[in-house]
């Protein structure tokens, strides 16, 4: 354990106090570049969406095949327009963000720093590394003590040779099924987490047994389950019944794809993206099941149509339009206080 962050929360500009971290989102990119990924297999009726400009006339288009359209898929470029976003979350009683981009997706502690500055939300920066797919050689490479070192490393000295620190491990990358690589950033996260006593967040695989797989890895290799996330459950667990079964396992349960509508979901095809309201439906279900103090929330903006600038939602929907979608539904504010304000404190906060 780091004796200095004990009791603390880490963010870019240093160690705060809890109690400081105010409505939290837990789950988001400013400065990310997912195009690493590769994109889907779009139809062919489309036109190149590669050659177009991002305007009106095209937005029918890059909201329906985001993934499909090279410029969507980098914030690179964007800092002004997120710096004004991230005044604009402030402005509206938001107050802090874990900022989820791992090597492999073009992680940026000096930018995350910078937003930091010029707004002051509280910025939580994540170590370790993204899918297998987008990791380059020498992490394939590297032993699993070489990896611990490096989280360690990143959280307790600095990351990429900075003095700015991360203040939580992920998001971790995994696929489905989950590679040989990926497994071994799993063990090597949960030693980390042993060592730090730090908070854990997890991509899981695109398949309803992934998220149950990666807890039986980090479970077996020591992590604290109790202090990890499990992401994206949004387009990975559609039935309440499974939900239940998973929620079972101890982790916080994270829907952190607030704000998309569209249900046509470009990377599985044969899933529905559910929408805002199905999204809040299973939710109750959880908390009603007495899963208050297991639940946080966020939108994962990694492109630019989800930015305001480009007509997208924002960093600011769920607390513009998701929380009284919330209360009008039989969720009580006590219920949101704790996903946004309660639960990721107690998540952020070293052990
Ligand atoms: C880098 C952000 C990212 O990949 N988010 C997950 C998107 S999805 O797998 O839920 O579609």
């Given at each position: 354990?780091?004796a200095?962050?004990?009791?603390?929360?880490?963010?870019?500009?240093?160690?705060?106090?809890?109690?400081?971290?105010?409505?939290?989102?837990?789950?988001?990119?400013?400065?990310?570049?997912?195009?690493?990924?590769?994109?889907?297999?779009?139809?062919?009726?489309l036109?190149?969406?590669?050659?177009?400009?991002?305007?009106?006339?095209?937005?029918?288009?890059?909201?329906?095949?985001?993934?499909?359209?090279t410029?969507?898929?980098?914030?690179?470029?964007?800092?002004?327009?997120?710096?004004?976003?991230?005044?604009?979350?402030?402005?509206?009683?938001?107050?802090?963000?874990?900022?989820?981009?791992?090597?492999?997706?073009?992680?940026?502690?000096?930018?995350?720093?910078?937003?930091?500055?010029?707004?002051?939300?509280?910025?939580?920066?994540?170590?370790?590394?993204?899918?297998?797919?987008?990791?380059?050689?020498?992490?394939?490479?590297?032993t699993?003590?070489?990896?611990?070192?490096?989280?360690?490393?990143?959280?307790?000295?600095?990351?990429?040779?900075?003095?700015?620190?991360?203040?939580?491990?992920?998001?971790?990358?995994?696929?489905w099924?989950?590679?040989?690589?990926?497994?071994?950033?799993?063990?090597?996260?949960?030693?980390?987490?042993?060592?730090?006593?730090?908070?854990?967040i997890?991509?899981?695989?695109?398949?309803?047994?992934?998220?149950?797989?990666?807890?039986?890895?980090?479970?077996?290799?020591?992590?604290?389950?109790?202090?990890?996330?499990?992401?994206?459950?949004?387009?990975?667990?559609?039935?309440?019944?499974?939900?239940?079964?998973?929620?079972?396992?101890?982790?916080?349960?994270?829907?952190?794809?607030?704000?998309?509508?569209?249900?046509?979901?470009?990377?599985?095809?044969?899933?529905?993206?559910?929408?805002?309201?199905?999204?809040?439906?299973?939710?109750k279900?959880?908390?009603?099941?007495?899963?208050?103090?297991?639940?946080?929330?966020?939108?994962?903006?990694?492109?630019?149509?989800?930015?305001?600038?480009?007509?997208?939602?924002?960093?600011?929907?769920?607390?513009?339009n998701?929380?009284?979608?919330?209360?009008?539904?039989?969720?009580?504010?006590?219920?949101?206080?704790?996903?946004?304000?309660?639960?990721?404190?107690?998540?952020?906060?070293?052990?």
């Amino acid at each position: 354990m780091a004796a200095d962050l004990k009791g603390k929360v880490q963010t870019v500009l240093g160690c705060i106090d809890p109690s400081q971290l105010g409505r939290t989102l837990t789950h988001e990119h400013l400065w990310c570049d997912t195009t690493p990924l590769g994109m889907p297999t779009c139809p062919s009726f489309l036109p190149n969406l590669k050659s177009l400009p991002f305007n009106m006339q095209n937005l029918g288009f890059i909201r329906q095949f985001p993934y499909s359209y090279t410029p969507n898929l980098t914030l690179h470029g964007e800092e002004q327009h997120v710096i004004e976003e991230l005044k604009f979350f402030k402005q509206h009683g938001g107050s802090s963000m874990v900022e989820c981009t791992t090597l492999g997706i073009s992680n940026n502690v000096g930018m995350l720093k910078t937003m930091a500055e010029k707004t002051g939300v509280n910025i939580i920066a994540g170590a370790g590394y993204y899918v297998d797919s987008s990791l380059p050689p020498e992490v394939h490479g590297a032993t699993q003590e070489q990896l611990v070192s490096t989280m360690v490393q990143d959280i307790t000295q600095g990351a990429a040779g900075t003095s700015i620190r991360c203040g939580v491990i992920g998001e971790i990358g995994t696929s489905w099924p989950i590679t040989a690589t990926e497994k071994k950033v799993l063990q090597a996260t949960a030693a980390a987490q042993t060592q730090l006593g730090c908070p854990v967040i997890i991509h899981p695989g695109r398949n309803k047994e992934a998220p149950a797989e990666v807890i039986r890895i980090l479970a077996e290799a020591g992590g604290d389950i109790s202090r990890t996330v499990m992401s994206h459950l949004d387009r990975t667990i559609y039935d309440k019944g499974e939900l239940s079964e998973f929620a079972k396992l101890g982790s916080y349960l994270e829907w952190d794809l607030f704000g998309i509508e569209v249900s046509y979901y470009e990377q599985v095809t044969n899933l529905d993206m559910p929408s805002d309201a199905q999204r809040i439906q299973m939710i109750k279900h959880v908390l009603d099941n007495g899963y208050e103090d297991r639940v946080v929330i966020a939108h994962d903006v990694h492109t630019k149509h989800r930015l305001m600038h480009y007509g997208g939602h924002g960093y600011s929907h769920i607390l513009l339009n998701v929380v009284p979608m919330m209360l009008a539904r039989g969720i009580s504010q006590d219920q949101v206080d704790k996903m946004l304000i309660h639960n990721p404190r107690n998540w952020l906060t070293f052990k």
